[in-house]
């Protein structure tokens, strides 16, 4: 089954994204990424607009010192998150979960998180995933922090990780001038 992966921090950026696929080190990253068994890059992507607050929290990761990107998990129409998202496997879909979470692997039933809205792995950063409704035949799925926004400290992002933010903002369209008005609240968590 194919699946869309809806992502809103670096994974906006194609060729970072693709990292997870290919188990590559992205560039600012201190870490190469294991890769999907399957390594059939996506059939297609595409820009998404998620009305979910994005938030950057924790301290420092494998981009260095700041922030990470993150959504509220609750559905708020009068936000605006920029979102790429990546039509893959369901397989594949999984495995960039767990990655992300610094997993081996996951279980989880996807048809089970349609029908419930989202599920909690309860290990990991992006330990939530949200079904986000569907495009051409396939459901989208997205994750993020299950404590939410108010549960977690703010950061800044860090450098490299915002380098990558920015290169795929601008390979979705948009010029500079609106990718340091949509970051520019960022700046001082």
Not at 36 to 43: A, E, I, Q, S
Request: proline share 4%.
């Amino acid at each position: 089954m194919e699946v869309w992966y809806s992502s809103y921090g670096s994974n906006l950026c194609e060729e970072r994204f693709y990292c997870y696929i290919l188990g590559l080190q992205p560039y600012g990253s201190n870490k190469v990424e294991r890769g999907c068994r399957n390594k059939t890059l996506p059939r297609d992507n595409k820009k998404i607009i998620l009305p979910y607050q994005l938030y950057f929290a924790k301290e420092r990761s494998k981009w260095g010192k700041g922030g990470v990107a993150f959504i509220h998990h609750e559905y708020d129409i009068t936000q605006s998150t920029i979102g790429r998202m990546y039509r893959i496997t369901e397989e594949q879909f999984l495995e960039v979960v767990a990655q992300e979470n610094q997993l081996e692997d996951i279980f989880i039933d996807l048809s089970e998180v349609k029908k419930r809205g989202f599920a909690d792995l309860e290990l990991g950063w992006y330990d939530r995933i949200i079904y986000l409704g569907e495009e051409d035949g396939s459901p989208i799925f997205t994750f993020t922090n299950s404590n939410g926004i108010t549960e977690m400290e703010k950061y800044s992002p860090a450098i490299p990780y915002q380098n990558i933010i920015r290169k795929g903002l601008s390979e979705l369209g948009l010029d500079k001038i609106e990718i340091n008005s949509y970051l520019s609240p960022f700046h001082n968590c």
